[in-house]
């Protein structure tokens, strides 16, 4: 019989693993999460998969309705425009503050280039093999703009940020489906960010990031990936 941590651990594992099949889509948008089945597909029992769930409703990649049950949260252009707006916001703002704060700044600036190096191995991986590493580059990237926001002295601001760039992201690797991996690109954009943040060249950084915010939506074919998955759920 498991003890509350072993729980802890498998809800923590179910979770991860629904999540991920939602970001990269093998859960399709609009797709009836039915008990049962995920409990075969997830090895899990249906009071861990009802609380997962839950926590997924809450988290924005699962709906719940009354006498239907839970089903993927579907995509729309309206809502990846939404989340562009709010994460632009959000991560202008508390990199704006995170430059600003000068307590801890060496300890910041050594978890930027630690994050930076991670995410810079997985890109160069993207650009070689994009499935096999999508699960990893998505991680990387969110965790190198979840870092650059993480000094800004506002827990609430690190917080809702998380949320809305965890959601974002979702549409960036379902788009992923639709068009190639950005690669060297992003791979530069990222360069120039580290290397404007550790100048304390703020100007120049709030200009990169919001042309490299701007950049995963305005892609050929980044918002036709969501148009077909959003009227796929509509038909």
């Known amino acids: 019989m498991m003890n509350s941590d072993d729980r802890k651990l498998v ?16 859960l399709s948008p609009g797709e ?14 249906v009071n861990t998969l009802r ?3 839950m926590r997924l409703v809450s988290d924005g990649f699962v709906l719940f309705v009354d006498q239907k049950g839970f089903s993927v949260k579907p995509v729309s252009t309206s809502d990846l425009h939404e989340l562009l707006e709010l994460r632009q916001m959000l991560e202008l703002s508390a990199v704006r503050k995170s430059m600003a704060n000068k307590d801890g700044q060496i300890e910041w600036k050594s978890a930027l280039i630690s994050a930076h190096f991670r995410l810079n191995c997985v890109e160069k991986m993207m650009m070689e093999d994009e499935v096999s590493h999508v699960q990893a580059w998505e991680k990387a990237d969110r965790d190198f703009h979840m870092t650059m926001v993480s000094h800004c002295g506002s827990q609430q601001l690190i917080r809702y940020h998380a949320s809305v760039i965890e959601l974002y992201m979702r549409y960036q690797v379902l788009a992923l489906h639709r068009r190639p991996f950005r690669g060297q690109a992003s791979v ?9 943040l550790l100048a304390d060249d703020l100007e120049s950084v709030l200009a990169i990031l919001d042309s490299h915010i701007q950049k995963g939506l305005s ?7 969501v148009l077909a998955m959003e009227s796929k759920v509509i038909a």
């Open 219 to 225: 892609l050929p074919d980044s918002e036709t990936a």
């Open 188 to 196: 530069e954009e990222h360069q120039e960010l580290l290397k404007h």
């Open 32 to 45: 009836k999460l039915k008990l049962n089945a995920l409990r075969i597909r997830y090895s899990a029992s």
């Open 51 to 53: 609380e997962t769930l």
């Open 11 to 26: 809800g923590q594992s179910v979770y991860e693993q629904l999540r991920s099949d939602i970001v990269t889509g093998t």
